[in-house]
């Protein structure tokens, strides 16, 4: 391969990599409505970005078995998941409990960065047909959702003390019309 394609690749690749992330920013954006800690944001970050490194890899290795049947499949599941966090919250900002329905902690941190990395997963399937670079999609994937999921995250926060009360509906919503993205 000469150094103008693998270039080329590398800037496909890249591309790529921040449109999966920026799904990743727009739905911290709406989980950054909940009050976070700098330690917690960081740690959402690393794990959204683990599971962009995860579900592509295994998209890439099962693309050669798995029909492009799949890939729409687990982009509705992402979208289910993400209406149902999205209700969650939103339901939540009406209770007059002050902890959220829904916190990125534990379970709900698993739960939160799978339904944010399923369409990666559709995507290294297609990637995984196409014989790219595992190794520098890996890398590529997982570096530009964290970061752009601690832009999300942060941002988030910012916004959330403007809105007061009215955050975590805010944020509920976005990750609402993100799921329905999704599925339609």
Known sequence: MDSVSIMGEMITLAMMAIALGMDAFSIGLG???????????????LTVGMFHVIMPFGGMVLGRFLSAQLGSVATVAGGVLLLI???????????????PA????GF???????SVSLDSFSVGLSLGMSGARTLVTLILFGLASTVLTWGGLLLGKKVQGLLGTYSE????????????????
């Open 31 to 45: 989980m950054g409505m909940i009050p976070l800690r700098l330690r917690k944001i960081g740690t959402i970050g």
């Open 85 to 99: 966090l999205g209700a969650q919250m939103f339901y939540s900002s009406f209770t007059k409990d002050e902890t």
């Open 102 to 105: 829904f916190t990125p902690v």
């Open 108 to 114: 709900g941190l698993i739960i939160f960065s799978l």
């Open 169 to 184: 509906m805010f944020g509920g919503s976005i990750l609402c019309a993100f799921g329905l993205q999704l599925i339609l």
